[in-house]
């Protein structure tokens, strides 16, 4: 059993105009206590340790990582699913870490969260309509007219049509993209300023795939929004984002534009995440022996230092296994977490 724990926050400031972005994390943690038989204390999950993020409006940031890495718990803390430990969450220029639910209701109207499972985001037992009706009526909408109208509109953006095909057919009777896109319409239905993508293709098709990220790309261009997009697959992220962000054992180990980080990999995780994408081309099959062994570290004892250097090739004894390494800047605002960088950053 686990359970949230709320420390003393670090000595952050908030930045010199924090209204420019859309997200700012300042050395964000999120720790969960564990705990035996209910009651007796065993210690901490450290599930977000110091992470620092910011994204404008029109901007996509990509998280990516293995399963276990602290994607998700970095998701839900910024959708304020999960109390922060330490450091500070801003919103649109505004400090959320300590408001209350109800303080949050105004904040969470303006962030569209897709999900990973479509099927499973959506309630069974109601149709398309009732489906996106809902959050319409939880936030006040209480016109029935302006509901249709808009229910129609966000149909027709996400590319249900003729609208009135969708909307008494219920989850079951939907293909998995079509299941997509009507919770990718529930998401846009209040007009966010913020969407929140966590593994929004991987349960799909590959040809799905392909038509679901056009769909996001278009809605953000066409809303100018701000989208974090979570994910494990390089392979996507590559062709959605402008910014990558690297997480390993509930930290940010490398950052960087798209291109930049893709062409100048410069982390041994980051090469270890490339080597395992997808290839057709079985020419490219010894490319597999990048692979680092092992399995990621637990997050109630993390190792000492570098936290994949158990796991590293380059590893230097008596530096990264004693002393976390701090972000070295490459130039071009590509950052990296390893002493390899050390005596070669800008």
């Known amino acids: 059993m686990s359970d ?105 109207r303006r962030i569209g969260y897709v999900q990973q499972d479509p099927y499973g985001a959506m309630p069974p037992f109601m149709d398309v309509r009732g489906i996106l ?3 319409l009526k939880i936030n006040g909408v209480t016109d029935k007219a302006e509901r249709e109208q808009r229910i129609h509109a966000v149909l027709e953006k996400v590319k249900m049509t003729p609208v009135e095909d969708y909307l008494t057919k219920f989850p079951h009777q939907l293909s998995g993209g079509q299941q997509q896109r009507i919770v990718i319409a529930r998401a846009m239905i209040l007009n966010p300023i913020l969407l929140v993508a966590d593994e929004p293709v991987s349960m799909l098709d590959a040809s799905v795939r392909v038509e679901i990220l056009k769909l996001l790309r278009s809605l953000q261009d066409e809303f100018n929004l701000a989208v974090i997009y979570i994910s494990h697959d390089l392979a996507t992220v590559r062709y959605f984002s402008e910014h990558i962000y690297v997480m390993y054992a509930g930290q940010i180990i490398e950052k960087a534009d798209g291109d930049d980080l893709i062409n100048e990999t410069a982390h041994p995780y980051t090469h270890a995440l490339l080597a395992a994408t997808s290839d057709p081309d079985p020419k490219n099959v010894d490319e597999f022996q990048d692979v680092p062994p092992g399995e990621p570290p637990s997050l109630v004892n993390p190792p000492a230092g570098c936290r994949f250097h158990p796991r590293c090739r380059y590893m230097i004894p008596g530096l990264c296994d004693v002393e976390r390494p701090p972000e070295f800047n490459l130039g071009n605002s590509h950052l990296v977490a390893c002493w390899l960088f050390k005596d070669k950053h800008v």
Do not use: W
Request: proline fraction near 4%; aromatic fraction near 8%.
């Open 4 to 108: 949230q724990v709320t420390l003393k926050d670090k000595n952050t400031q908030a930045p010199e105009d924090p209204s420019e972005y859309v997200v700012d994390l300042q050395g964000l943690e999120v720790f969960f206590e564990l705990r035996k038989f209910g009651f007796q204390h065993a210690g901490y999950v450290r599930a977000v340790d110091g992470v620092d993020l910011r994204l404008k409006r029109g901007e996509t940031i990509a998280i990516v990582g293995e399963s276990g890495c602290g994607k998700s718990s970095l998701m839900r803390t910024i959708l304020r699913l999960n109390n922060p430990t330490g450091g500070k969450v801003f919103f649109d220029g505004k400090d959320i870490t300590h408001l209350s639910a109800n303080e949050l209701k105004d904040i969470r």
């Open 133 to 135: 009706e809902e959050p």
